[in-house]
Each structure stands twice: as C-alpha cells, then as structure tokens.
C-alpha cells in the first residue's frame, strides 16, 4: 500500500510515497518470504494487518514465545528465515527464548521486533516498553541489526537473511523502531532500495585433501559408524547421504532429529545396538552432529573410557559447515568443512574407484545385538498392564506413524521423550522435531502450528503433561487455523512422576506433582476442537485414527500409569541429586 503526498508545486504529478511497513513487507516478499508468526500490538499491528493484506500468511499467536519456536522449527524445515514479529520490551523478551534457541539448535530464523524511540531509550527517559533491545538480543543472536532509515530497510533486510541462513545458520535479530515504520519515501526509490539475495546460502566446497584424508581414516576402519545429526536433516542432502550409507555398507546412529532420514528399520541403522557400537567403533564419522551433551562430549564410559573425563580409542571425522566445531571437545582427525551435500558428493566421488564393506564380524555382531534388543522391546510393547504405561501408549502411536509416515512427529518432555524417541520408528526425513539441543520444554504447540502450516502434512505430537503446559494455550490458535494436529497428552499426573510428596505432610502438593486425573481433552473442546479421553490402548488407538482420518484439530488425554516414569528420563545421571549418590 502506498500513499500520495500533496503536489509540490501546482500542476505537478503527486509523488507515490511509501512507508517503513510497505517497504519490510515488499522487502520480504522479494525474497520469496511469504508468512509471519507472531502477535500484533504497538508499533507492529498494523505491520501484520498490511502483511495479511499483501497476500502474506500472518500465523497470530497467543504467546510470543510459541510464535518464535514456530518461526525457528519453520526455518529447520523450510530452509528459508522463519520469521517472528513481536512488539517492544515484553513481547520480545518472550520471543527471545525462542531466537536463543534457534541459534543453540543451527536454525535460520529472524526475530522482528518493534522497539520504543531510540532518543528516549537512551537516555532512559522511560518511553513505553522502553528496553534497549538491540543490546539483549546480540549475545544470543548469530547476528543483530537495527534499521533507523526507511531507505536502508532494504539492506537491513537482506542481511538478515544472509546472517540467518549462510554458513552455520541460526537465529538474527532484526530491531525496527516505531519511528522507522511512520518514515515515507519516494515508493520508486524505495522499490529501488530492497534487495532480491542472491544465493544466499552459497554451497561450501571442501577441500580435496581434507577429503581425502577422511577417505583415507575411513578405509583403515575395522568397525567404521557413522552419526547422522539434524544438520544432516537439515543439509537436505537426502540422496547423497543414502547413496553414501548403502555404498560403504557402514552402520549408522541418527540422532534424534535425523531420525527418517534413511528409516529407522534400516538394516544399518544401529540405534537398537547404540551401547554397543558407540564404544565399539574405531573410526567414527559424525555428519551434522556436534560431539556436545547429547554424545556424552566423544568421551567417558559411553565411548569405551575408562572414567568419565576419559577417551575412548576412537578417531573422528567431522563433516560440518562451521571450521570451529572440529577439536571442540576430542581431537577431530580429519575435519571436512563445507555443506553437507558438497561434502558426502566430494566423498562419494572419492570411492567411485571402489570401497571395501566393512569386516563382517563388526557387522554380525551388531545384528546380533541389534536383534536381541528389538525382541525385548517388542516384549515390552506387546504387555497389556492396566492402567496403561509408556511402552503400551506408544505402541499405539507408533503404529499409527508406520501407518502415516508422511505425519510429522512433535515431541517434547522427559519420559514422554525418551520412550517416544526409541519407540517410535520414523520413516522420512525432517518429520521427527523434538526439545533440540537444550532439552527445552514449551516448543510443543509452536512446532505443531509451523509444522503444519509449512508443510501442509498432518501432524502428531506426543507430549509430557509438564511439558504440555508450557504451551497449551496455542490449543486456540490450532484450532482458530483449523490445523490438522492430533496432540497426545502422555498424562502421568506430573514432571516425570504423579507420585511424589511433600515431606512434611503440608498441603501444598510436591513441586513435580500436578492436580490428578486432569482432563487436558477439555480444554481443546474448548476452542471448538475434538477432545478424546483414553485409559486403555484401543481407547487411544480408535482416537488417534480418527484424528488422522478426520484432520480435525484433536488432543487425546492418555492416561498414564503415575509411577511409570523415571526421575529425569534417561539423563538422570545429569540430575546433581543423583550425581551426590
Ligand atoms: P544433533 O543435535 O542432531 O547432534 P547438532 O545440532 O549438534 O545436531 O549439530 C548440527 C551441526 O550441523 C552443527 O554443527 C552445524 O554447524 C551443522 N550444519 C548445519 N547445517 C549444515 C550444512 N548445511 N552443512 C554442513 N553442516 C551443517
Ligand atoms: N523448563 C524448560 C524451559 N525446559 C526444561 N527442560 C525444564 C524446565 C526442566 N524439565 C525437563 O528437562 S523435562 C520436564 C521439565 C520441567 C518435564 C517433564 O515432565 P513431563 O514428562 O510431564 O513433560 P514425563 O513424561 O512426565 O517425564
Ligand atoms: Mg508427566
């Protein structure tokens, strides 16, 4: 939209001028950006209102913090910037989490938030949700802007996009005053001034001799693995990564996000032998996995130490885009800097002369192991107990997701995790999306919303009760864009456990128990959506199918035996009570 300013000077043409809001709305559409997730409010309402108007998809949410978590798993999935817009101080606080988390997880997003006038936040005159946000926002951003002209918009936009998406992509403020959004110009000249990005996350060519020398490392493996991380899922190299799988013969551990990318009932896939090849394997070749937390930092028992702070007798080769990952917790022996995709090609390249499989004993010892634990498994989902535990609810979803392999899979919470991540067989690429690499609770709903609405693919999502709670009323706003979002509320009446109590027999309850018996289906029916009550497995089967048959928004309360979980699922040993043992 633009306006037109009085004639200059009688008989002049009227000059067509546009304003700071047309200006960011043209600037992302050039660049092929075509929704929002946020919440309106001062200087940024009219921002969302004129996006709708243009043609963009404004998602609304009812927390800032949800709509930032949507935009960073819509960046995961898409490739491109997911945008939040927040207004001032509160409503960017809450979208920060969010820009924080994105940058810890390797996602392109891009926070917008409205902010109070510059000259009063200075000299902290105390202005209207005055904050001076450009400061908060840069240490947990990969980058901050803040733009002051309407003619460098433009610019300020095409960096974001940049800082976002190139390299190790992650998570970009960009701070836009209210005065900013007010300022006119000439509309040719500010046509003139957005900026189309041209490759705007360029491909990153290895080096030969770093390729080499990982072909090399990789030959002389006895018992080779490799680790799939979620910048693998991310890289969208699908093909490459299969084709170099299935030619070397090598097994594979996907970590949670990269689950699907080849399926997880693959013969060499070896997430049911995990314990077994971790320690096992002489040579070692992670793709888009950081040696952090979540692989015990390449070190300690896990790895075949001898104590905790101990190495194992591993070598490693890093395949990652950012040069500084390699050495950051073992020695990395052949790092390979680039994408993903330039990277296994440039591998695969490498073999073409031939690679020898690796020795079958490692490879018979693996099925070995691999079958014994599936059989106990199997076991276990086979059971029938009353009332109902993880193993028997989850059987049935992951039926379900067998049965809808296209359906995307949100999961967040401790047991309701962990069970959900080794139960759970995913069959695609980018559908499992979970807690990342904070273990963050409250990414429930966001996900859900940005899942579906990104990929028009249906969604499921098995959530903790705590960890439901953290973005429940998002509930609304599923059902308000009639999403086809099935929730499953894993309902075991508290955080890890209904059964604790207080010690000193007071009446408050104890800190990880909540009100029993909640009937979370409620509060779907609220909003207008189908709420599903289920105390047994057929129960919660006859439920999830017709979720998924009827695509309507749905939240499914599974009952779940309270004493069933354990303290902190399966990272108990980080708990520093525990730890004290
Ligand atoms: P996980 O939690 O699944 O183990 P991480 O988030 O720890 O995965 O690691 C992802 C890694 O992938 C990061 O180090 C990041 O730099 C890298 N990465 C992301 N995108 C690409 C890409 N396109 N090419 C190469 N590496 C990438
Ligand atoms: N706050 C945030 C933002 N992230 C966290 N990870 C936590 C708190 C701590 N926390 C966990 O690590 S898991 C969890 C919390 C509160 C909830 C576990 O309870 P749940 O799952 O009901 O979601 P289970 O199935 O009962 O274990
Ligand atoms: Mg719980």
């Known amino acids: 939209m633009t306006t037109t300013a009085q004639p200059a000077a009688p008989g002049a043409q009227p000059q067509e001028l546009a304003d700071g ?67 001032s101080a509160p409503g960017f606080l809450n979208g920060l989490n969010a820009l924080a988390h994105a940058t810890t997880n390797c996602f392109p997003m891009i926070l917008i938030s409205g902010s109070s006038e510059r000259e009063i936040v200075d000299l902290q005159q105390g202005d209207y949700e005055e904050l001076d946000q450009l400061a908060v926002a840069r240490p947990l ?58 490759d705007p996350a360029p491909r990153q060519i290895p080096a030969p001799e770093a390729v080499q020398r990982a072909l090399e490392l990789l030959k002389s493996a006895k018992r080779p693995l490799i680790i799939l991380g979620k910048g693998a899922a991310y890289a969208r190299a699908d093909d490459e990564i299969r084709a170099l799988i299935e030619r070397t013969g090598i097994p594979y551990l996907p970590m949670s996000m990269a689950k699907g990318l080849l399926p997880d009932t693959h013969e060499q896939c070896a997430s049911a032998a995990r314990s077994y090849v971790l320690p096992g394997a002489d040579v070692v070749m992670l793709i888009g996995a950081r040696l952090n937390w979540l692989l015990s930092h390449g070190k300690g028992r896990t790895w075949g130490g001898k104590g905790a702070k101990d190495r194992g007798a591993q070598k490693f080769i890093q395949i990652d885009i950012s040069p500084q990952e390699a050495d950051s917790n073992v020695r990395i022996d052949a790092p390979v800097v680039g994408d993903i995709g330039s990277c296994v090609a440039a591998l695969l390249a490498g073999m073409a002369a031939g690679f020898g499989r690796p020795p079958t004993d490692w490879l018979g010892s693996i099925a070995e192991r691999k079958s014994g634990n599936i059989e106990k498994m199997a076991e276990m989902l086979a059971r029938n107990p009353a009332p109902m535990n993880f193993h028997s609810a989850l059987n049935v979803v992951r039926d379900i997701v067998k049965a809808n392999p296209d359906a995307i899979l949100v999961n967040e919470g401790a047991n309701a995790l962990d069970f959900t991540r080794s139960i759970v067989d995913m069959y695609q690429p980018r559908k499992r999306i979970d807690v990342g690499t904070w273990g963050i609770m ?69 800190p990880t128990a909540f009100v029993k018996g909640a009937r979370y289906d409620r509060i779907m029916e609220a909003f207008g959506g189908a709420g599903a009550h289920a105390a047994t497995p057929a129960q919660l089967r006859r439920a999830m199918e017709e979720a998924v048959r009827s695509r309507r928004p749905t939240l499914i309360n599974a009952v779940i035996d309270e004493s069933a979980g354990t303290e902190s699922g399966r990272i108990t040993s980080l708990n520093p009570a525990a730890r004290k043992k």
């Open 21 to 87: 809001v047309d200006l960011v709305i043209d600037a992302l559409r050039l660049n092929g950006i075509d929704t929002i997730f946020g919440l309106p409010g001062i200087p940024i309402t009219d921002l969302t209102r004129r996006a709708q108007a243009a043609g963009m998809r404004v998602i609304s949410f009812r927390h800032e913090q949800s709509a930032g978590y949507a935009a960073s798993i819509a960046g995961f999935l898409t490739q491109q910037p997911g945008i939040c817009l927040t207004v």
């Open 141 to 198: 951003a990969k980058a901050a802007y803040r733009v002051l002209h309407a003619r460098d918009i433009g610019v300020g936009i095409a960096r974001a996009i940049r800082a976002a998406v190139s390299g190790r992509p992650g998570g970009v403020y960009l701070d836009l005053p209210a005065q900013l959004l007010a300022q006119t110009m000439d509309a040719a000249a500010g046509r003139n001034s957005l900026i189309k990005v041209v």
């Open 442 to 510: 409250g990414i429930g709903m966001g996900y859900c919303v940005a899942a579906a609405v990104v990929t028009g693919k249906p969604v499921i999502a098995v959530e903790g009760d705590s960890a439901f709670g953290f973005s429940g009323m998002e509930v609304e706003t599923i059902c308000r864009y009639d999403l086809p979002v099935c929730i499953v509320v894993m309902n075991n009446n508290g955080v890890y456990r209904g059964v604790d109590v207080n010690p000193t027999g007071g009446r408050d309850a104890a």
